[in-house]
Nanobody, 129 residues
Framework: QVQLVESGGGLVQAGASLRLSCLGS????????VGWFRQATGKEREFVGA????????YAADSVKGRFTLSRDNAKNAVFLQMEAVKAEDAAIYYC??????????????????????WGQGTQVTVSS
């Protein structure tokens, strides 16, 4: 079973950029769609975006659309979340996850955390004003 490790979190100033990475332990990550979720303190887990195995389909939550971009480098077993114009409300622990599917048929399906069964440990993003 592939293991996922997120990295790239840290302290970022509001309005700045940050890139998160999700690295798979095995080459099989290239076969699967990957979702990004986040959870702020005291709040429920929230869908951020998802990218299909080949990278041709991406979904993004309305709260990040136009600011966050998903991409992947399957040769490196890596998926990326490029965050631009970061806001205070983006502060959270960010998780990547995969559910054994190459793609999701809709954003609603991709956003359902029950469709994922492998999760990383998360990376903290803190936003300063």
């Amino acid at each position: 079973q592939v293991q996922l490790v997120e990295s790239g979190g840290g302290l970022v100033q509001a309005g700045a950029s940050l890139r998160l990475s999700c690295l798979g332990s095995e080459r099989t990550l290239s076969r699967y769609a990957v979702g990004w979720f986040r959870q702020a303190t005291g709040k429920e887990r929230e869908f951020v975006g998802a990218i299909s195995a080949a990278g041709e389909i991406t979904y993004a939550a309305d709260s990040v659309k136009g600011r966050f971009t998903l991409s992947r480098d399957n040769a490196k077993n890596a998926v990326f979340l490029q965050m631009e114009a970061v806001k205070a409300e983006d502060a959270a622990i960010y998780y990547c996850a995969e559910g054994g599917l190459a793609s999701y048929r809709s954003r609603d399906a991709a956003a359902d955390h029950r469709c994922y069964d492998v999760w990383g440990q998360g990376t903290q993003v803190t936003v300063s004003s």
